[in-house]
């Protein structure tokens, strides 16, 4: 911790925020409603977060939506959290006026033939914006990005001499991207499930008891003051 706070200049930002969007349910369960209500109110909540790192200038964020675990939740929650995506695939005309750039990583096959359709639509369409690029993680999970990747380096028929941490990189869905140096995680939970295994490596970690429907403007930037206040070693001294 440093004496005095940094003026907001002095701030060193991450390059690449990734955030684990957790804790809708029990935001609806605190409230007497239905899971439904809280998966409704936490995209409200990711629709500012993501116009507010934008604006501060955050270069990359990742959002975790719907982790390859979450099919096993019951069908009437699937089909609500896959409308609320389709809903907001309709309404991608917003991020046009933010000049965000959208990508969704994780495995589309298992997705609704529509969604596959509205998620190519909208990364075309954003393809040329300059401002954040922000990745979806729907369907995604750590391991089956891993997996996916060994095997297309072993179709391309990769010698192993040629197998390094770059190739893998460069097979994974944030291809070209920078890893994720700061990793959010809000609700009360201290795990990864799955999320972005092979790029946090070197991670920064901010944990916070708040819920994601409740997760505001001034939460991240509690989170943004403690990682500027970090001294990151990578292993040296
Ligand atoms: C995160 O909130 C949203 C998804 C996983 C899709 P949860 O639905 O996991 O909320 P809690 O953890 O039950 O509170
Ligand atoms: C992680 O949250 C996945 C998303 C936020 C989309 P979960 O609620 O599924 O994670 P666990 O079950 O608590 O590990
Ligand atoms: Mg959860």
Do not use: C
Request: charged share 30%; aromatic share 10%.
């Amino acid at each position: 911790m440093s004496l005095f706070k940094k003026k907001k200049s002095d701030r060193i930002l991450p390059q690449h925020v990734a955030i684990i969007m957790d804790g809708n349910g029990r935001w609806a369960k605190k409230r007497h409603l239905p899971r439904t209500a809280g998966h409704a109110a936490g995209s409200k909540t990711f629709k500012d977060i993501a116009r507010y790192a934008n604006k501060i200038g955050i270069k990359y964020m990742t959002v975790y939506a719907f982790s390859t675990e979450n099919w096993k939740r019951p069908q009437a929650e699937v089909d609500n959290i896959m409308g609320i995506l389709r809903q907001y695939l309709k309404d991608t005309d917003q991020f046009k006026h933010e000049n965000i750039k959208l990508q969704f990583i994780g495995g589309r096959e298992r997705l609704p033939e529509d969604i596959r359709e509205l998620m190519a639509k909208a990364e075309e369409d954003s393809k040329d914006f300059t401002g954040m690029h922000l990745n979806i993680a729907v369907n995604y999970g750590g391991r089956d990005e891993i997996v996916t990747a060994v095997k297309k380096i072993i179709a391309a028929g990769t010698k192993p001499e040629n197998v390094t941490d770059e190739l893998i990189s460069k097979n994974l869905y944030t291809a070209g991207q920078p890893d994720p140096d700061f990793i959010i995680r809000p609700s009360g939970e201290y795990r990864l499930s799955n999320y972005l295994i092979w790029q946090s490596a070197y991670a920064e970690f901010w944990f916070s008891d708040v819920l994601w429907p409740e997760f505001g403007p001034r939460h991240l930037e509690e989170a943004l003051d403690s990682f500027s206040d970090r001294n990151r070693r990578f292993g040296g001294v």
